[in-house]
C-alpha cells in the first residue's frame, strides 16, 4: 500500500508537447483514480510487488489525468479573434499539426497530424490557436470523426468565417495491435463548412496540402 505522503505533490504537466502549455495534477485526484487502476491490476492477476508494477497504478492515473484533460473545466482555449482589417479573403492554412488521442473504445492512443484551413469574413485568429484547439479536443476519450467536426465547429463558432475546413490523418492502436491488425493503415476524415462546399476551394486546400 503506498500512502498519501509518497504521491507525487501538485506539479505542472506540459500538454502542448512544445511547452506552451502547462496543467496542473491534482495529487487527491492521482489518489482516487489510482485506486480503481490498481484494482484494474489486481483483477488481471497480476503481482504487484514486482518492483516495475508497485506503483503503475499512480503512474496510469496521473497519465490518464494529463490524456484526458480536455474534459477538465476551463481547459478550453482562449481563442482571442482579431478584426480582418486587410480584408484577407484567401486561404489560411496550417498543414501537419500532430496530435495524439486515446480512443473512446479501447482506450489505447490514436495519433497523427490534422490539416486545419479557413477563409476569413470579419474576424481572423493567430495561427497559433490551431494547434491549441486541436489539443483540447485531443486530450479526452475520443473519437476521429468526432475530434474533426469539433474542431470544424470551433473555428465556424468563433470566427464565422466564409468557410473552414479539418482533414485529419491518424493510425489507431486498436485497429494496428489488435483485432484485425493492419499495421501502417492511415484513417482519414473531412469536415467542411461553407465556401468549402465549392469544388474549387477543396481543390485548392489539397493542393496546398500537396505542397512541401
Ligand atoms: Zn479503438
Same mark, same amino acid.
Given at each position: 500500500?503506498?500512502?498519501?505522503?509518497? @504521491?507525487?505533490?501538485?506539479?505542472?504537466?506540459?500538454?502542448?508537447?512544445?511547452?506552451?502549455?502547462?496543467?496542473?495534477?491534482?495529487?487527491?485526484?492521482?489518489?482516487?483514480?489510482?485506486?480503481?487502476?490498481?484494482?484494474?491490476?489486481?483483477?488481471?492477476?497480476?503481482?504487484?510487488?514486482?518492483?516495475?508494477?508497485?506503483?503503475?497504478?499512480?503512474?496510469?492515473?496521473?497519465?490518464?489525468?494529463?490524456?484526458?484533460?480536455?474534459?477538465?473545466?476551463?481547459?478550453?482555449?482562449?481563442?482571442?479573434?482579431?478584426?480582418?482589417?486587410?480584408?484577407?479573403?484567401?486561404?489560411?492554412?496550417?498543414?501537419?499539426?500532430?496530435?495524439?488521442?486515446?480512443?473512446? %473504445?479501447?482506450?489505447?492512443?490514436?495519433?497523427?497530424?490534422?490539416?486545419?484551413?479557413?477563409?476569413?469574413?470579419?474576424?481572423?485568429?493567430?495561427?497559433? =490557436?490551431?494547434?491549441?484547439?486541436?489539443?483540447?479536443?485531443?486530450?479526452?476519450?475520443?473519437?476521429?470523426?468526432?475530434?474533426?467536426?469539433?474542431?470544424?465547429?470551433? @473555428?465556424?463558432?468563433?470566427?464565422?468565417?466564409?468557410?473552414?475546413?479539418?482533414?485529419?490523418?491518424?493510425?489507431?492502436?486498436?485497429?494496428?495491435?489488435?483485432?484485425?491488425? =493492419?499495421?501502417?493503415? @492511415?484513417?482519414?476524415?473531412?469536415?467542411?463548412?461553407?465556401?468549402? %462546399?465549392?469544388?474549387?476551394?477543396?481543390?485548392?486546400? @489539397?493542393?496546398?496540402?500537396?505542397?512541401?
Amino acid at each position: 500500500m503506498t500512502s498519501r505522503d509518497a @504521491l507525487p505533490a501538485l506539479r505542472p504537466v506540459d500538454t502542448s508537447g512544445d511547452g506552451g502549455r502547462t496543467v496542473m495534477i491534482d495529487p487527491a485526484e492521482v489518489a482516487r483514480l489510482s485506486g480503481h487502476v490498481r484494482d484494474l491490476i489486481d483483477a488481471l492477476g497480476l503481482d504487484r510487488s514486482d518492483p516495475n508494477l508497485e506503483r503503475t497504478h499512480e503512474r496510469v492515473a496521473e497519465m490518464y489525468l494529463e490524456m484526458f484533460h480536455g474534459l477538465k473545466e476551463g481547459a478550453e482555449p482562449e481563442v482571442t479573434t482579431f478584426p480582418n482589417d486587410e480584408h484577407y479573403s484567401h486561404m489560411v492554412m496550417e498543414k501537419d499539426i500532430p496530435f495524439y488521442s486515446m480512443c473512446s %473504445h479501447h482506450f489505447v492512443p490514436f495519433y497523427g497530424n490534422a490539416h486545419i484551413a479557413y477563409i476569413p469574413e470579419d474576424r481572423i485568429i493567430g495561427l497559433s =490557436k490551431f494547434s491549441r484547439i486541436l489539443e483540447f479536443y485531443a486530450k479526452r476519450p475520443q473519437l476521429q470523426e468526432r475530434l474533426t467536426e469539433q474542431v470544424v465547429n470551433f @473555428l465556424e463558432e468563433k470566427l464565422s468565417p466564409r468557410g473552414a475546413m479539418v482533414v485529419i490523418e491518424a493510425r489507431h492502436l486498436c485497429v494496428e495491435m489488435r483485432g484485425v491488425k =493492419k499495421p501502417g493503415a @492511415l484513417t482519414v476524415t473531412s469536415a467542411i463548412r461553407g465556401a468549402f %462546399h465549392q469544388r474549387p476551394v477543396r481543390e485548392e486546400f @489539397l493542393d496546398l496540402l500537396r505542397r512541401s
